[in-house]
């Protein structure tokens, strides 16, 4: 074997993160190891990659038969690991050469090298497909681009052992499959990769084995061929899955919300829109899916509503018996009674040094509140209530909201929204990145909040889900509305193609 990890234990304050976790991974072989939030698979793979250094976990690790004691991210990279985490550290202002070769640079006389720095570069990018010029600047890459220039600096590093985590959370489908040509082509060089991701989808389509892993402890490890997403799914969750998506019986009542003719322009582009004109209602105790590819202006038109979105605009917005013509800040739309969970959580939600207990409650601060004074008890048993019925695993109530899992923040994130008794929640991919059982929790927990009479907006880009969980479907392509199916007669193919296909006159109107 290439690699062998034999009874890894990492253990944090009151926590086992890995416990007594032993794999072996042969040369060019392509390993997912998945589990939920919180099971220990990035600790795992962070143990390898040197992040936690021999000291901070016990047992042993192999590399090629001979015993590794790595004292850091460098001293791996130097033995062949090469770990591309899921936010890369990459210099925006500097190039695509400066990237590849970041505290390495080759030199001559004491200086840089660029001559041979930039053919060096043009060497390990032209196998991954990155036609830009070394001397791109970083900043002018999309994702897709960056993971790729990341692959390139792995390979010019001598690898032996790729690790990815979650390297496709950010990316579309088309930019997915080009990095599964890439991750074929390293492992067909003899490179084993370790492969992190919640997607059970593309993990059956690219592993040759499967690792699955419950709550630190390593539940099993199967050929992918022959497993199925439900198989993982019941060997990650301990029990078996009779259905993904819970089934709800919900009366839908009167509209309790309307946006009309609402337009967010180009922020590069003058005369393009990417809201343009869309106008819509939601219904109380409906589950609205919003429905596009990326690009397709959701995420902007969400913001618009909240008066977040630059140059955005709208006729009037109706919640209940309120009207507005216009809004300033999200805070306006929490008084009228509807509020937004971003997409990107870490950077526009979870303020990192809270608490769970302040986490949950600081939107609703006012209302626990007396005189000015904050009534610690009421705040307390608020954070308390929620996270009990969100089913949130944390140490305690005072454990910083950092410290959870990816899932488990998105469950505070949403107890913070629904804590405030809003008629709408407009939430923008509410399960993206998270696993499979904290999905399962969010979906019981929205189901619940629609049977109460809650309207719930959910932009998704993930289609089964949108299908699985909404009652009207709104489709967006290029700014627009173009399409509404009742979730219960559509097809995927009717879904998919008003997602995708224009018609030659609307092919005209976005050529810039």
């Known amino acids: 074997m290439l690699l062998e990890m034999q009874e890894i234990s990492v253990e944090f304050p009151g926590v086992l993160a890995v416990d007594q976790v032993s794999i072996s991974v042969a040369p060019g072989e392509v390993r997912s190891i998945v589990g939920e939030n919180g099971a220990g698979k990035s600790t795992l793979v962070k143990v390898l990659a040197g992040v936690y250094p021999h000291g901070e976990y016990s047992g ?62 043009e060497e390990y990018l032209e196998p991954v497909g990155i036609q830009a010029s070394p001397t791109t600047l970083v900043g002018e890459l999309g994702t897709a681009q960056k993971q790729m220039v990341a692959i390139a600096s792995a390979l010019s590093k001598d690898v032996k052992v790729l690790i990815l985590d979650e390297p496709t959370a950010t990316l579309s489908g088309h930019e997915s499959d080009l990095l599964f040509e890439q991750i074929a082509k390293v492992a067909a060089q003899g490179i084993a990769c370790l492969y992190i991701s919640h997607r059970l989808e593309e993990v059956l389509q690219i592993s040759d084995s499967v690792t699955v892993m419950r709550d630190g402890k390593l539940v099993g490890t199967r050929p992918a061929e022959g497993l199925s997403e439900k198989s993982i799914v019941e060997m990650m969750i301990g029990r078996e899955m009779d259905s993904f998506f819970p089934e709800r019986d919900v009366t839908v009542g009167d509209t309790v919300f309307a946006a009309k003719n609402v337009t ?17 209602e939601v219904r109380r105790g409906e589950i609205l899916g919003l429905f596009g590819l990326v690009g397709a202006g959701r995420t902007e038109l969400a913001t618009a509503l909240i008066g977040h979105a630059e140059g955005g605009s709208f006729e009037e917005i109706r919640v209940g018996d309120h009207t507005i013509t216009s809004i300033e800040h999200s805070s306006r739309a929490l008084e009228l009674g509807y509020g937004y969970l971003p997409e990107d959580r870490k950077s526009t939600a979870v303020i990192p040094n809270l608490d769970v207990t302040r986490s949950i409650s600081v939107s609703s601060l006012p209302t626990l509140s007396r005189a000015g004074v904050l009534d ?14 969100f089913r949130i695993k944390t140490r305690d109530l005072l454990t910083p909201i950092a410290n959870l899992s990816g899932g488990n923040q998105q469950k505070v994130m949403l107890a913070r929204l629904m804590a405030q008794n809003l008629k709408v929640l407009i939430l923008d991919e509410p399960t993206q990145g998270v696993d499979v059982g904290a999905k399962s929790e969010i979906y ?11 309207a719930i907006i959910m932009i998704s880009s993930d289609l089964p ?17 173009v399409g509404e199916f009742d979730a219960g007669q559509a097809s995927s193919k009717d879904i998919l193609e008003a997602a995708t296909l224009l018609s030659p006159a609307e092919e005209m109107d976005y050529v810039v």
């Open 60 to 121: 042993s690790i192999h590399l090629d038969g001979e015993a590794k004691q790595l004292t850091g991210v460098a001293d791996a990279e130097a033995n062949g690991i090469v770990m591309i985490p899921q936010e890369m550290n990459m210099v925006n202002d500097r190039s695509i050469a400066e990237n590849l070769f970041l505290n390495r640079v080759p030199k001559r006389f004491g200086f840089v090298d660029e001559k041979k720095m930039f053919s060096l570069a």
């Open 264 to 280: 967010v322009p180009h922020p590069m582009v003058p005369g393009i829109n990417v809201v343009d004109d869309v106008s819509f």
């Open 376 to 389: 610690a008890k009421r705040e307390y048993e608020l954070a308390e209530e929620y996270r009990d019925y």
């Open 444 to 454: 019981r927990i929205l189901n619940a909040a629609v049977a109460e009479g809650t």
């Open 465 to 481: 889900e949108v299908m699985g969980m909404a009652d009207r479907i709104l489709v967006m392509q290029r700014g627009r509305l």
